[in-house]
């Protein structure tokens, strides 16, 4: 056998494994072959393009490049009654007369970008805000059904949903006790947006196939005629593919799917309806979201009853109590239940809760669980704490809301406060879990973000129980907290974790005052000028700096050497490395915010427009610079389009 002849018989046994379900040769044959084309591979130091060998995943990456989409990628329009659903027909069959439609599964994973060049895989990426995503190449490589060469030599992105079946999930956490996976959807989306590609390989997760965006040379002039195109390609498809005619039978395909949906063997949350032909999907076009030829048909989420056991108070950073409920556990969309939040004292007298009791418990599939409420009459009297449950402090009742207190000496509060400040969008110190800041409040009496700077390297390896590997731990946690002296301004503002400053305020108002120091004194007025900052942000800010061991322990980081200003330029924002024009008034920014934003993000602002301008950003009013950026073929974006790349 040649080389070619072992990767092409390897790819027929895959396919028919992976993608047709039915395997025509026992995994042992195809193992002893596979080894024998990683030994010729090894001997000749030839790997073939589509060599199943190259999805074994490769070394993990540092971090995401940017993938910008040939084409920009859209989300779906929802409805979520047939009411809503035949008001969408209505309107399309009134612009179009009668309308052929394609009725398809709606998967819950994530949206995967797949780019070919020349009939080869080149590259893949996530979604993201749909015009650029993250670059996920070496992880999408590893997924079986995703073919590395297609017979199709233009240049094209197809998309698809990465899922992990439902009997994979389970295989998995039969293998991985201790250490399983909750939900199928997040165990794919996480598999895919994790450095590393082995982790994914691992995970066996799928891609279906649904719809192109940038092409050059594809014939397909339909919905139908696409899918015949991606299953030549050896792709897999949707399970459901049916065409309809008018509301009537779209109704009776979503009926039928909705019955069968329990046996499905991934998880679905919808139904698709897509307007088949492609020419008379150009006659409805898009909206600035949204195709107007496609609509998504949403399940209601699925409900369940369980025993309500107990409820926990957990204490927050802020020092709010929040209930915990211990749940009978129950099976609710894939994943097993024990624990849901019920949002305040309040939430339980309205929703009639008991323990002992039935509740309903609600998900749907992206959702945090929900308990509804009471399912039955009965049960004890849940009873309001009187205390706090963390350090016997009293409690305030502000609204429907319980507070600690205590907050310089409760436990949990200080604990989150910490884990807070280190975690990812605040200071980033990476090797300090809740468990180990728990460890260093408890042991070495560490009371403030201000304290992990005097830590002691040998104290902490000792506290993390001799050995090698602990010692090493230590030093990584010292050289992380060191390291997170550098911060930037608006991280460090979110890590202080002022009430309702989340990481696009802290932002705001790192571009707004150049410094901690000016913060400190800002006003309320000031404060409220800003975008999205009203009057109780801007309260909460001001009382913050109020308080004496806050500004204390800002003096203590500033005498380390902690006091990031604000500075410019981020090489990875989503403007980096473009000349920007703003022109015309925005609604949400003054000229100078928005300048900032987006220089933060790796632009550079440029006065007027000229051929080496890459992007104009256009608001209300503007004039001469709009047509000279049309005329130039420069690219032009309106305030909203704005926004939504700010939130990337
Ligand atoms: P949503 O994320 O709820 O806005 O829904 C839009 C997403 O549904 C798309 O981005 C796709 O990732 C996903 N999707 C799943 N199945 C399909 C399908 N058959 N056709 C189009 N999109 C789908
Ligand atoms: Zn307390």
């Given at each position: 056998?040649?080389?070619?002849?072992?990767?092409?018989q390897l790819n027929r046994w895959?396919?028919e494994?992976y993608?047709?379900?039915n395997?025509?040769?026992?995994d042992?044959?195809y193992?002893a072959?596979?080894d024998?084309?990683v030994l010729?591979?090894?001997?000749?130091?030839?790997?073939l393009?589509?060599?199943?060998t190259r999805?074994?995943g490769?070394e993990?990456?540092?971090?995401?490049?940017?993938?910008?989409?040939?084409k920009?990628?859209?989300?779906?329009?929802?409805?979520?009654s047939?009411?809503?659903?035949k008001?969408?027909?209505d309107?399309v069959e009134k612009q179009l007369?009668k309308?052929?439609?394609?009725v398809?599964?709606?998967?819950d994973?994530l949206?995967i970008n797949?780019t070919?060049?020349a009939g080869k895989?080149?590259g893949?990426s996530t979604r993201?805000n749909?015009?650029t995503?993250e670059?996920v190449?070496?992880?999408v490589k590893?997924?079986?059904?995703v073919?590395?060469?297609?017979p199709f030599?233009?240049?094209?992105?197809l998309q698809?949903?990465?899922?992990?079946r439902?009997?994979?999930l389970?295989?998995y956490?039969?293998?991985?006790?201790g250490d399983?996976?909750?939900?199928?959807r997040n165990?794919?989306?996480?598999?895919?947006?994790n450095l590393?590609p082995?982790?994914t390989?691992e995970r066996?997760l799928?891609?279906?196939f649904?719809?192109?965006g940038y092409?050059?040379?594809?014939?397909?002039?339909?919905?139908?005629e696409?899918?015949?195109?991606?299953?030549n390609?050896?792709m897999?498809?949707n399970?459901?593919?049916e065409?309809?005619y008018?509301?009537e039978?779209?109704?009776?395909v979503i009926?039928k799917?909705?019955a069968?949906?329990?046996?499905?063997?991934?998880?679905?949350?919808?139904?698709?309806?897509k307007v088949n032909?492609?020419?008379?999907r150009?006659e409805?076009?898009?909206?600035?979201k949204?195709?107007?030829?496609?609509?998504?048909?949403?399940?209601?989420?699925?409900?369940?009853t369980?025993e309500?056991l107990?409820?926990?108070?957990?204490?927050?950073?802020?020092?709010?109590l929040?209930?915990i409920?211990?749940l009978s556990?129950?099976?609710?969309c894939?994943?097993?239940i024990?624990?849901?939040?019920l949002?305040?004292?309040?939430d339980?007298?309205?929703?009639?809760l008991?323990?002992?009791?039935?509740?309903?418990?609600?998900r749907?599939?992206d959702?945090i669980?929900?308990v509804l409420?009471?399912?039955?009459?009965?049960?004890v009297?849940i009873?309001?704490?009187s205390?706090?449950p963390?350090?016997g402090?009293e409690?305030?009742?502000?609204g429907?809301n319980?507070?600690c207190?205590?907050?310089?000496?409760?436990?949990?509060q200080?604990?989150?406060?910490?884990?807070?400040?280190c975690?990812k969008?605040a200071c980033?110190i990476?090797?300090?879990?809740?468990?180990?800041v728990?460890?260093?409040?408890?042991k070495?009496s560490?009371?403030s973000?201000a304290?992990?700077y005097?830590?002691d390297?040998?104290?902490?390896?000792?506290?993390f129980?001799?050995g090698?590997?602990?010692?090493?731990?230590a030093q990584?946690v010292v050289l992380?907290?060191?390291k997170s002296?550098?911060?930037?301004?608006?991280?460090?503002i979110f890590?202080?974790?002022?009430?309702?400053v989340g990481?696009v305020?802290a932002?705001?108002?790192?571009a707004?005052?150049?410094s901690?120091?000016a913060l400190?004194i800002a006003?309320?007025?000031q404060?409220t000028?800003i975008?999205g900052?009203g009057?109780?942000?801007a309260?909460g800010?001001v009382?913050?700096?109020a308080e004496?061991?806050?500004?204390?322990?800002?003096?203590r980081l500033k005498a380390?050497?902690?006091n990031?200003?604000?500075h410019?330029?981020?090489?990875?924002?989503?403007?980096?490395?473009?000349?920007?024009?703003l022109?015309g008034?925005?609604?949400?920014?003054?000229?100078?915010?928005a300048?900032r934003?987006?220089?933060e993000?790796?632009?550079?602002?440029a006065?007027?427009?000229?051929?080496s301008?890459n992007?104009v950003?256009?608001?209300?009013d503007a004039?001469?610079?709009?047509?000279?950026?049309i005329?130039l073929g420069?690219?032009v974006?309106d305030?909203q389009?704005?926004?939504?790349?700010?939130?990337?």
């Amino acid at each position: 056998m040649t080389m070619e002849e072992m990767v092409a018989q390897l790819n027929r046994w895959a396919y028919e494994y992976y993608v047709l379900d039915n395997p025509s040769v026992p995994d042992t044959q195809y193992d002893a072959l596979y080894d024998r084309l990683v030994l010729l591979e090894k001997q000749t130091g030839i790997v073939l393009p589509d060599s199943p060998t190259r999805r074994v995943g490769g070394e993990p990456l540092k971090n995401f490049a940017q993938h910008n989409h040939l084409k920009r990628l859209y989300s779906l329009d929802k409805v979520q009654s047939f009411g809503e659903l035949k008001e969408w027909v209505d309107k399309v069959e009134k612009q179009l007369g009668k309308t052929e439609f394609t009725v398809e599964l709606k998967y819950d994973g994530l949206t995967i970008n797949v780019t070919y060049r020349a009939g080869k895989f080149v590259g893949a990426s996530t979604r993201g805000n749909g015009v650029t995503g993250e670059d996920v190449t070496e992880q999408v490589k590893t997924i079986r059904s995703v073919p590395l060469t297609i017979p199709f030599n233009g240049v094209c992105e197809l998309q698809g949903e990465g899922i992990m079946r439902l009997s994979v999930l389970e295989r998995y956490n039969r293998n991985h006790v201790g250490d399983t996976l909750k939900n199928a959807r997040n165990a794919a989306a996480g598999a895919i947006r994790n450095l590393n590609p082995k982790v994914t390989a691992e995970r066996n997760l799928d891609v279906v196939f649904y719809s192109n965006g940038y092409e050059e040379g594809l014939t397909a002039s339909s919905q139908t005629e696409l899918v015949q195109f991606l299953h030549n390609c050896g792709m897999l498809t949707n399970h459901v593919f049916e065409k309809a005619y008018s509301y009537e039978e779209i109704k009776s395909v979503i009926e039928k799917i909705g019955a069968a949906r329990s046996g499905y063997d991934f998880l679905i949350d919808g139904v698709v309806i897509k307007v088949n032909d492609f020419a008379r999907r150009e006659e409805l076009g898009y909206t600035d979201k949204f195709p107007k030829w496609a609509i998504a048909y949403k399940f209601d989420a699925e409900q369940v009853t369980t025993e309500l056991l107990d409820v926990d108070w957990q204490v927050g950073r802020t020092g709010k109590l929040t209930p915990i409920a211990k749940l009978s556990p129950v099976e609710l969309c894939g994943a097993t239940i024990q624990r849901a939040t019920l949002n305040n004292y309040g939430d339980i007298n309205r929703k009639h809760l008991k323990k002992h009791a039935l509740v309903f418990l609600r998900r749907s599939n992206d959702v945090i669980p929900e308990v509804l409420g009471a399912a039955e009459e009965g049960g004890v009297e849940i009873d309001k704490p009187s205390r706090c449950p963390a350090c016997g402090a009293e409690l305030q009742d502000v609204g429907a809301n319980i507070y600690c207190v205590n907050a310089e000496h409760c436990r949990p509060q200080i604990v989150s406060r910490i884990v807070h400040y280190c975690s990812k969008n605040a200071c980033d110190i990476e090797g300090l879990s809740d468990k180990t800041v728990e460890l260093l409040v408890d042991k070495l009496s560490v009371r403030s973000v201000a304290d992990l700077y005097s830590l002691d390297e040998t104290e902490l390896a000792r506290l993390f129980v001799g050995g090698d590997r602990e010692s090493k731990k230590a030093q990584n946690v010292v050289l992380a907290i060191e390291k997170s002296k550098k911060v930037s301004l608006a991280q460090f503002i979110f890590a202080l974790g002022l009430d309702n400053v989340g990481t696009v305020t802290a932002r705001d108002l790192a571009a707004e005052f150049g410094s901690i120091d000016a913060l400190r004194i800002a006003k309320i007025e000031q404060l409220t000028s800003i975008n999205g900052v009203g009057e109780v942000v801007a309260e909460g800010i001001v009382q913050f700096f109020a308080e004496p061991q806050n500004l204390e322990i800002l003096d203590r980081l500033k005498a380390i050497g902690i006091n990031p200003t604000y500075h410019l330029g981020h090489a990875s924002g989503v403007f980096s490395g473009k000349k920007v024009v703003l022109t015309g008034s925005l609604s949400n920014y003054t000229r100078g915010q928005a300048s900032r934003l987006i220089e933060e993000r790796g632009g550079e602002i440029a006065a007027s427009v000229s051929k080496s301008v890459n992007l104009v950003v256009v608001g209300e009013d503007a004039g001469s610079k709009l047509e000279k950026a049309i005329s130039l073929g420069i690219e032009v974006i309106d305030e909203q389009k704005f926004v939504e790349l700010l939130k990337n």
